[in-house]
């Protein structure tokens, strides 16, 4: 690659960047932009909206893409290694942003146009990416990545429990109360274990009314484990944040009532 | 401003303050006038009571007008600076408490008369400052604004999940199912993330139930999250409140009924 | 009060007590007796069995009617203070779980024997007070005991946010989509607060909608509270439960980690 | 007992253990033909898959029954005490997985058939096996089984509080609002205060809808303690597993990774 210009250096600086007052700037205005668009998304879908104010939405359409096209152009000319940034996620991503609306002048019609247009809602993700940087929204991932084989357990053991009380049901019930097939008797396991209850399917005989008790009691007991899982995890870390560093060794995890340090033994100032 | 008389002075301590028994008690009788009076509200409201009973909720309707117009007059003549009350979020309620009553002999139309009515049910917030002077309530307040930043970013996320799965339901349903437009579909997806489950809106393909049941095992799990990081603030606060400091040996997670220090044996101060 | 004879002293030790074995027995057998009068009471009220089981349960009705009575006598002849015993909660249940059956010889008419025969449900409250015996059902009593105070608080505080979003629902919607006064309007936003959604009440416009998602997301954040508070105790009983006697002192709540007796300055033991 | 060949032993490591790469390339399989199994019961109770798709399951439910065949064929043939396995509850379900296929040759009929079918679903206890051997099973089945006496007595008070709910809204609502029968009530009691909330039946007195709302937020409430429970019950789990005691001063909760006693400053043993 050829040698990088002032100016590719300085916009480099400003559009991936989050460490001076430009960059902060270009991330805000780029979030409300997307925030834009996906309302613009939104608003497109309701059919009064779009026959009453379908050119200034179609306007505000073009303006957004036009934006996000300078972005993506911008991106790749400034990238270091460009290869790398156009084949990453958020590369793919910038590029999807900007293209249905491109795609749907060649090829017109509203229900395909619609599922293009759902894929630029991804672009929330780069909302997320966003907030990722703030250090609650980590902890909390993190918190959740250190439970994620407990979840997983959990979440395979409601799976074999709403399979079975699934199965179980379709039998009671039978199709002509609602329960046509042991898929939707599964679905309407998981419906009433997670305590939703939309009430489109319900049990009428009265063993089946008794079994779905069962099961909400058990939905409404079991939701306890996700949340001790998570409760457990973040008091943890909570715990291991309220440490001292000893002045001796460096070592940054000793607990704040050790009267020595635990790595290499010396007295603890203050203690 | 002019110098206070020793009865301004008297009643000032019973309205605004609580540290007299008459001041407890004048608190009490707001209180319990203010529920008496959203009462009023709620019952007015209700077709069969208005037709039955209107000439004896508009008696009360007005005892309670003159008694909150009686109390508004009394805080701003007994305040030290009269200005600042009026302007104040407390002062301006006081006033709105009063107005609507009056305003209705001026504006008659029960359509407009109970929109303005619905503002007097900001009494409410007196009821809460009231409890608000209560140790426990501020307690958990105080847990819920070391959490805000967790809170605000797991909104967000919860936010971004619905918009997601509200647009793919949206492709999946369709406008034939109640899919109707894709803020609809969010919606029905905030219904769903939640578990409240109305059913007015409900999947009926076999796709979107399946996608359906995972965006209910999701909202069943994730809802650890917030219980999580309340959990952890109050066991956290919880912690800090019962501990004291040794004076002799620094150590800082005595229990607040020790006598002596269970790290270096010294007697504690004020056991 | 004459003397009590030794049989009075043998049958209060059975029928009071629950140190022997006979006592222990009494009690299950009582326990069983009470579950199979409620089981009765749940018979009764379902049509078809009425229909065709009508004779058997009116003589297994009898039966139990004619045990709880003896059961009365025998506990108001060896009770050590009579009166006090006819004239405490339980003296009080314990008579109104025979009388209904009496009553109705007196005052026939089903509508008015099924409202007697649900008070004889509080039977279950004698279930209750079996099971209060169990450590563990004192545990989680002392837990929301230790608890009420925040419990209380949030209540109210759920209250008022479902008056204030009732009566603002009440304006949005209006009585043509259901929410015909502002006291259902509460009673839909408790419905809705509380996650429970029965769909019977919906709303209906986009305003509405966006305004019962807010209450729903909230709903499923505040959960968070009353969770974290009850969570919070139980572990702080548990953290007191973990603790060693002085055998100095005699003081019973050391924490396991001291080196010294907190009451008393003596080193401890094993420390 | 004969002696055993040398490959009934080897098939008995890769048939029943999980030490060797064999007998987890075994397991993993198994895990999939079973799902695949599960699977074709779910399509085979679709009306429109067994329609469109009848001869393709019905071979395929073959070869996996021929499959299942073979693999309980082999483990009898390789067990030490075939007794033991062919009477043990896993043995039991290895037959049962099996036999419905054969049976239903001799004993057709639709209805008759997919309720011996449904036996078949509790191969999915044989997936929970396999994840039960990882550790986090264990640990969250663990939490569960130490809370087992507070979980009992905890379902227990929520079984007596929907009975007395249930018989109230009984008489309130009566047989014309949906409410028929006590047990009926006491099924709408559980659906309410578990917050699934069907909306099949649904109170319609304003009394009925009060009462409603106090078993909503108490149920909203008590979701609290089945939570704490757990909590608790992890959050002790995870401190006893990350302590280690000091040889040197007896101190019981150094942390796993300290290297020296906090308490006495002696080196500690294998750090």
Redesign the interface.
Known sequence: MKGRSDLQQRLERIVFGTDTRAGRLFDVVLLWTILLS?AL???E???EVRVRYGPWLMAAEWTVTVLFTIEYAVRVWVSRDRRRYVLSFYGLVDLLAALPTYVSLLAPGTQAL??IR?IR??R??R??RL?TY?R??S??LL??YASR???I??????L?LV??FG??M??VEG?SHGF?????S??WA???????????I?PRT?LG??L??AI??L???I??????????????Q?RQRRVLTCTTCGAG?????????????A?MK??
């Open positions: 996906v998304v939104l608003l879908s309701v059919h619609s599922i759902a809602l991804t929330v993700f909302i997320l907030t703030t609650e929204a902890h909390l918190a959740l084989h407990r979840i357990v959990f979440t395979l053991a409601v074999a399979t079975v199965t179980v379709y039998l199709p046509t097939s042991i898929p939707r599964i679905y998981i419906v009433t274990l997670t305590t939703v209850g939309y009430g489109d319900a009265a009314q008794a779905a008790s909400m009691i939905g409404y007991a939701i306890a484990i996700p949340t001790g899982i998570v409760s457990a995890e973040i008091a943890r909570e995890d000793v607990q704040d009532d050790a009267r020595y340090c635990p790595q290499c033994g007295p203050g203690a």
